[in-house]
Every structure is written in structure tokens, then in C-alpha cells.
């Protein structure tokens, strides 16, 4: 009997033994992992916020396992959260390469589609009220009208985006107003701007 419990006190303290050794390293992964999505933090709530979420719940999720001595949860929480946080910090590089190409793209677009738009609103002011030429009937230039005051208002939200600071958001809404105004132009017979 009384090696059996010895056997038993020296099994258990193995265990509370294997236990403790790997609490430093499942500390050490944790604090690699926090620090690795610290440094992206920033960047990712603008560029990538449901994925941030994704990281900190897992964040979450680990600093409560070392909390419970779950020390293997911690260490493959942290692992997990590591490749999370690589993967965002993907996300926001491209993303922000994305950023940088759409305020490009925008600054043209900011001189181009103005004057278009302008073209179009002189176009259609010209024609109403007068007699129509014979390539343009009056449900083109109505037609027309109201394209012209959707384009206003894209135009409006894609300066309002740009301002906003989304750059791609703003691009994507320049080139619809563009290619709006294109079809406009066509429908009302002129020369392209």
C-alpha cells in the first residue's frame, strides 16, 4: 500500500511538473503573439477590422486558457493567433497598396469626371427649351436629365469617401459616374470629353 502511494504522489507530481515547465513557454507564446498583433493593430482597424476581430477574440481566448493553467490551449491558441496575425498583416499591405493606386486613380479621375460631368449639364441646359436635333428625342434628353442628376449625387458621396479618407471606395464611385457620363454623352450625341 504504501508504495502504491508513493507511486501515486510521485505520478502526480510529474504531471504538476510537466505542467509548470510548460507554463513559461506557453507564456512566451502568448507575449510573442500580443506583441505581433500589437504592432498591426492600428493599420488593421482601418484596413481590416472583422478580421482584427477575429485576432483579439482569439487574443481573448488564450490569455483566458492561461488563466485556467491550460497551458497546451495556450500554446496552440498562440500559434494559431500568430498565423491570424500574419494573415492580417497581409490583408493590410495589400489593401494599403490598394489605397495608394485608388488616390492615384482619384486624382485623375477628380479633374476628368468634373469637366464631364460639366459637358454633359451644359449639353443638357442647351437642348431644353429649344428644338431637339434630329439624333436626339426627348426621352434621351430626359433620360439624360436624370442620369445627370444621379452622377451629381455619386459624385458627391465618392468626394465625401475620398475626404473620408477611402481613397478605393471613392475611385470605385468616380468610375461609375464616369462610365454613367460616357453613356450620356453617347445618348445625347456628343464628342467625348
Not at 483566458?64 to 498583416?89: F, I, P, R, S, W
Request: with cysteine.
Amino acid at each position: 500500500m504504501r508504495s502504491s502511494t508513493l507511486l501515486a504522489i510521485a505520478a502526480t507530481a510529474l504531471v504538476l511538473g510537466g505542467c509548470a515547465s510548460n507554463e513559461e513557454p506557453a507564456r512566451q507564446a502568448l507575449a510573442t503573439a500580443e506583441a505581433s498583433l500589437a504592432e498591426i493593430r492600428v493599420d488593421a482597424a482601418q484596413y481590416a477590422p472583422e478580421e482584427l476581430q477575429n485576432a483579439e477574440s482569439r487574443l481573448a481566448k488564450v490569455k483566458d486558457d492561461l488563466a485556467k493553467n491550460e497551458y497546451k490551449d495556450v500554446l496552440g491558441g498562440a500559434t494559431q493567433l500568430t498565423k491570424e496575425t500574419a494573415m492580417l498583416k497581409e490583408i493590410v499591405v495589400s489593401k494599403q497598396t490598394q489605397a495608394v493606386a485608388a488616390s492615384h486613380e482619384w486624382e485623375s479621375l477628380s479633374e476628368e469626371v468634373p469637366k464631364m460631368v460639366q459637358a454633359i449639364e451644359s449639353r443638357v441646359d442647351s437642348l431644353s427649351g429649344s428644338r431637339l436635333p434630329k439624333d436626339v428625342d426627348q426621352e434621351s434628353l430626359e433620360a439624360a436629365r436624370a442620369a445627370l442628376q444621379s452622377m451629381k449625387s455619386l459624385w458627391a458621396e465618392a468626394s465625401a469617401a475620398y475626404q473620408a479618407g477611402n481613397a478605393i471606395l471613392a475611385a470605385d464611385k468616380a468610375r461609375m459616374v464616369q462610365a454613367k457620363g460616357e453613356e450620356v454623352i453617347d445618348q445625347l450625341g456628343m464628342s467625348p470629353v
